[in-house]
Structures are given as structure tokens and as C-alpha cells.
């Protein structure tokens, strides 16, 4: 089954970068939508970005639109969240996750990554 394994996060001041990765296995990524949604303490999880694999649309919450692009590198199975202009709320557990359509909703993706750690701190 498909297997999904983030990558890149980490501690950054406000204001600096990341970028997360989300390297799949067992089958191509492109065969599906990813998602990435975060996870605060505390908080619920919720949904970041959505790339499609039919026309590499992408969808981003407000809370990150401007500052958060998707891209989907086919060759390396790989879809990367480029993660800018990072603010102390961004800290989460970022998780990346496998559907058939972007959805809003966390029940609608079938496979999940781990989930890599993001803390934005000065």
C-alpha cells in the first residue's frame, strides 16, 4: 500500500523558511492528491494545501495562502510544501496524506505520513 514519509521540518525563527517533503512508496504519488494538514497542541487538525494529481491545482487555507506553495516533483515521487514568511502560530505537527480528490476533510484521505514537527520560536 502506499506508503508516505515527510521530511524537513524542524526549529526557524519568525520570518524564515522551510520546506517540508513528502516522498512516497509502493505506488506513484501522482496517482493522487496530497493534502498536508497540521496539528497544533491543543488544537484540531487542519487543513493546510491540497495539490491535485489530475491538473496540479492547489488549494491553500487562508491562514497560509500567500506564504505556502505546493509543488509536485513526479520524478522523485516527492511533493514538497515550500513553507515561507513563518510565523510562531505555523508551530505544528505537519502531516502530508493520500486521497482521490482534494478534500477538506481529514476522513477523506486513506494515507498518512508520521507527521514531522515545525516550531517557529525566536
Known amino acids: 500500500q502506499l506508503q508516505l514519509v515527510e521530511s524537513g521540518g524542524g526549529l526557524v525563527q519568525p520570518g524564515g523558511s522551510l520546506r517540508l517533503g513528502c516522498a512516497a512508496s509502493e505506488f506513484t504519488l501522482d496517482y493522487y492528491d496530497i493534502g498536508w494538514f497540521r496539528q497544533a497542541p491543543g488544537k484540531e487538525r487542519e487543513g493546510v494545501s491540497c495539490i491535485s494529481s489530475s491538473d496540479g491545482s492547489t488549494e491553500y487555507a487562508d491562514s497560509v495562502k500567500g506564504r505556502f506553495t505546493l509543488s509536485r516533483d513526479n520524478a522523485k515521487n516527492t511533493v514538497y510544501l515550500q513553507m515561507n514568511s513563518l510565523k510562531p502560530e505555523d508551530t505544528a505537527v505537519y502531516y502530508c496524506?493520500?486521497?482521490?480528490?482534494?478534500?477538506?476533510?481529514?476522513?477523506?484521505?486513506?494515507?498518512w505520513g508520521q507527521g514531522t514537527q515545525v516550531t517557529v520560536s525566536s
Open positions: 496524506a493520500a486521497a482521490l480528490v482534494c478534500s477538506q476533510s481529514a476522513i477523506d484521505y486513506n494515507y
